[in-house]
């Protein structure tokens, strides 16, 4: 494999692409372990719920707009769910800090990271919320 392959970045190893004829050539055990971690979900994100109770009307609606923009997914009216990378996580952390010392107040916002087992076993009471359909990958059929 040649260097840029095996180069790290920032984030992490940078993944290896292979052509077609290369992964005709690999054994058949190393071609199932590959297209193994292909299906599997990227590992390298994680589920993170995201409560918040905020005082500002301004400020409450600015919120959502910016976690929706990370493709936060909205399960209450300030109660996210967010699968990010570790540095997405951070950037948003770092953001909703910013935002909340820009003023006086008594808001608190929480980001708590989440396992997939964790999200699956959430009991909920009332208006019930596939908890499963956000952490399953989607799949997209077209006929």
């Given amino acids: 494999m040649d260097n840029e ?3 790290g970045s920032s984030t992490g190893v940078t993944p290896a692409r292979f052509t077609e004829e290369e992964e005709q050539s690999f054994p058949p055990g190393i ?5 193994e971690i292909r299906r599997t979900p990227h590992p390298t994100k994680m589920q993170y719920l995201i ?3 905020i005082e500002s009307n301004k400020v409450r609606r600015v919120v959502p707009k910016f976690l929706l923009r990370y493709g936060c997914k909205r ?3 300030s109660v996210f769910l967010g699968s990010l990378s570790r540095r997405e996580a951070e950037l948003i952390r ?3 800090t910013k935002i909340q010392r820009l003023y006086e107040n008594e808001d ?3 980001m708590f990271p989440i396992t997939r087992d964790t999200l699956g076993s959430i009991a909920c009471i009332g208006k019930s919320f596939n908890f499963k359909a956000l952490s399953d990958k989607q799949v997209t059929i077209f006929f």
């Fill in 75 to 77: 399960i209450q009216k």
């Fill in 51 to 53: 409560l918040y109770d």
């Fill in 31 to 35: 071609l199932a372990l590959l297209n």
């Fill in 108 to 110: 608190s916002i929480l």
């Fill in 94 to 96: 770092e953001r909703l």
């Fill in 5 to 7: 392959r095996m180069a």
